[in-house]
């Protein structure tokens, strides 16, 4: 079973954040990322491209303000106004950081993405959380040879067993997983999950989470013949496997992420972040197995984001965890 002490390390404390300028649908992402939805004809115009931005910057600060005001630390960094980068909401797919102070950086499929990896703002987030990296990986020179893995939107993570998650796609190449892995110290478990038309999911983390005691899966979605294996791995390490269908993984029911907060009431407990169609989603049974797994749920409305970006919460968010001081802190 897992330990309260293990829920501390599965869980970040901090989050980072990265408020977009020039928020819109990405062409270049589209043709593996299904659940964007290009905008109405009429709103390619300036006009409505810049209300798309404005509708976007809203509801990221409004996620920010909503996880400092649940006791979480978060940096929300500015965008830059050129080069203009559609998906700059979205740092969890070019940057990790870990509680061993390990920091990542990751090859991203778009070549319009790869702007998005500044040295500027992973300089801010060390300062921000006094996070002193004691070693890099910089996975970055795959991109020249069209192999990419795309952050904790490739890879969902259970720390605690170290074991990573990955379904393959054209963002997830299963040889960087086990790469990334080897480097890592995790064990990789690689499978194969698609929508109802048999389209691979372009990351992981829209249809698997973890966090310290639950764990949500679209068993639907997964080869059958690999169904079993993947079930068998999560449910050895304790946690309880909220199933969810694949209605559910196109309304973002599966892109969670628990965080670690403080409490004056509570103390130390557990915040589960999601989106408002996320909740509407889970509604009924398992949202209730979800709330008696962790103190609070916050779930908070981005539907341009979801809409037009084809992400939501999760993929919003860079965890931060803290360093033990023994490993340099």
Known sequence: MISPMSATVQCASGAFMVCPRNFGFNAQTASSNVFQQ???AASVDATAESELAAAARVESQALCQA???????????????MP???????????????????????????????????????????????????RRIDLTAHEAEGRFLEG???????????????????????????????????????????????????HTNVMLWIGSRATVLCTEALAESQRANVRARLLASGRELIEIDRAAVAAFA???LELASWDEALGDCSLLVMSASARAALAGESLQRLSACVDTILAVPVPCI????????????????????????
């Open 152 to 202: 904790t939107g490739s890879l969902v993570l259970d720390h605690v067993a170290r074991v990573a998650y990955a379904c393959e796609s054209p963002r997830t190449d299963p040889a960087l997983v086990h790469e990334w892995a080897r480097l890592m110290g995790f064990e990789a478990v690689i499978f194969d999950a698609t929508d109802a038309q048999g389209r691979a999911y372009y």
């Open 254 to 256: 599966g892109n969670l």
């Open 67 to 81: 996880l400092r005001s649940e006791g979480v630390q978060v940096l929300l960094a500015e965008d830059e106004a």
């Open 38 to 40: 290009l905008p109405p």
């Open 84 to 134: 203009a980068k559609p998906d700059a909401v979205f740092p969890n797919n070019w940057l990790s950081l870990h509680g061993d102070g390990t920091l990542v950086l990751y090859p991203l499929l778009a070549a319009n993405r790869r702007l998005e990896r500044r040295a500027q703002l992973v300089e801010a987030v060390c300062e921000a959380f006094d996070f002193r990296p004691r």
């Open 306 to 329: 979801e809409r037009v970006g084809g992400g939501s919460v999760r993929c919003m968010l860079t965890e931060v965890p803290h360093v033990a001081a023994e490993l340099g802190a």
